[in-house]
Every structure is written in structure tokens, then in C-alpha cells.
């Protein structure tokens, strides 16, 4: 996919999990931003945001092959913490309560909230209920850390009312649905629509 996107594109990737080889790959195959799952305390987001950048400021090794030769904005090394977005993902209990710590990490720059695992996490009834008193205390926890960080924050929705929610509460960025879930929610609307029209004759 990286390879398919025009320079000017801002190509954000998640990275499986918390893996320093798979966050300098992402960067070095062209991302401009990194998102790591499943932090759990701000020695392991010290540990990802290390590999995002180049020393004296962490340990990304320099072979950005493909990533220097499509670089269009100058020099890539001299600008790489200039272009770079790094976030991780607030989905886990041990996250919200370290989550002061994790916001005043240097060199984060996004909490993005997963409010499905954080619902699982804090073993509430239902998943991603934003009517859920407990999970909007934990919005409100990473919103709050985040202003008083200076940090960007964003969250995963799957409902449009939820998404119109998040955006009101304050989150910079909604992520809205996925790939694989719009499609299906596709097909799901065609085929009742052709059941429709079949059950009209």
C-alpha cells in the first residue's frame, strides 16, 4: 500500500505490536507516522517512541532505502522527527491508570483510544458502549492527560453516532469503521436490496 501512495499522502500504519524491527520497517517502507497497539505504562511507550527516532534521541537504525529515494521535502534524515507522527493506542486498564506518565513522554505526539479492547480491559458489560459511565471516565482520563501534555488524541468508532460524539468531546482525530467492516456493511446493503426487489415479484 505504501508503495502505491503518491509522496504527498500522509500514511499513518499500526504496527502489529510493540516491536521496535517492525516500527523502523514502517518507517524506512515510507510511513510518516507509526501507531502502537497495546501499551500498557510509559517505560514501554519511552521503549517505542526510542525506535522511531533517529540518536541521540533513540535507536532507529538508518536504512531508509525506499523512504529517502521518494523523500521530496528535503533532506529525510535532517527532517525525519520534523515528519514524524508517533501514537499508541489506550486500550488497556494498566494504560489508564499510568496514563499521565504515558502523555508526558517525550517525543509522543497521539493517544488514540481503542474503546472496544479498553471496554474488554475494564471488564464492562458491553463493548465500546459510549453511554457507559465507566468508559467516559476513561475518555475523559485520556483527554484530560493529553491537554495537559500538549498531546493529539483520536479514537475508533464504528457507529456514526458514537463518531458525532467522540468529535464533540474533544478527540483532534475520529477513526471511523474499517476496511474490512464497511465492506461487509456494503455487500450486507446489497443483499437487501436485492432481496427486496425478489421478494417484490
Not at 8 to 37: F, Q, S
Request: proline residues 5%; contains cysteine.
Amino acid at each position: 500500500l505504501l508503495q502505491a501512495l503518491p509522496d504527498e499522502t500522509i500514511a499513518l500504519v499500526r504496527i502489529p505490536w510493540n516491536d521496535p524491527a517492525a516500527a523502523m520497517k514502517a518507517l524506512d517502507a515510507g510511513a510518516d507516522g507509526v501507531i502502537c497497539p497495546m501499551v500498557n505504562n510509559a517505560t514501554e511507550v519511552h521503549s517505542f517512541v526510542e525506535a522511531c527516532q533517529y540518536p541521540p534521541n533513540g535507536v532507529r537504525s538508518f536504512g531508509p532505502i525506499r523512504r529517502q529515494f521518494l523523500n521530496k521535502r528535503g533532506d529525510y534524515f535532517a527532517q525525519a522527527r520534523e515528519n514524524l507522527l508517533t501514537a499508541v493506542m489506550i486500550e488497556t486498564s494498566q494504560a489508564l491508570e499510568d496514563i499521565d506518565a504515558i502523555a508526558a513522554t517525550e517525543g509522543l505526539d497521539l493517544l488514540f483510544v481503542g474503546p472496544f479492547d479498553l471496554s474488554v480491559s475494564l471488564q464492562r458489560p458491553e463493548r465500546a458502549n459510549f453511554k457507559d459511565p465507566v468508559l467516559l471516565d476513561a475518555l475523559q482520563k485520556v483527554l484530560e492527560a493529553a491537554k495537559k501534555h500538549g498531546k493529539y488524541t483520536a479514537i475508533f468508532t464504528v457507529q456514526e453516532a458514537d463518531a458525532k460524539f467522540a468529535a464533540e468531546l474533544g478527540f483532534n482525530m475520529v477513526s471511523f469503521s474499517s476496511d474490512i467492516g464497511l465492506y461487509a456493511q456494503t455487500i450486507k446493503s446489497v443483499v437487501h436490496q436485492l432481496q427486496d426487489i425478489i421478494s417484490a415479484k
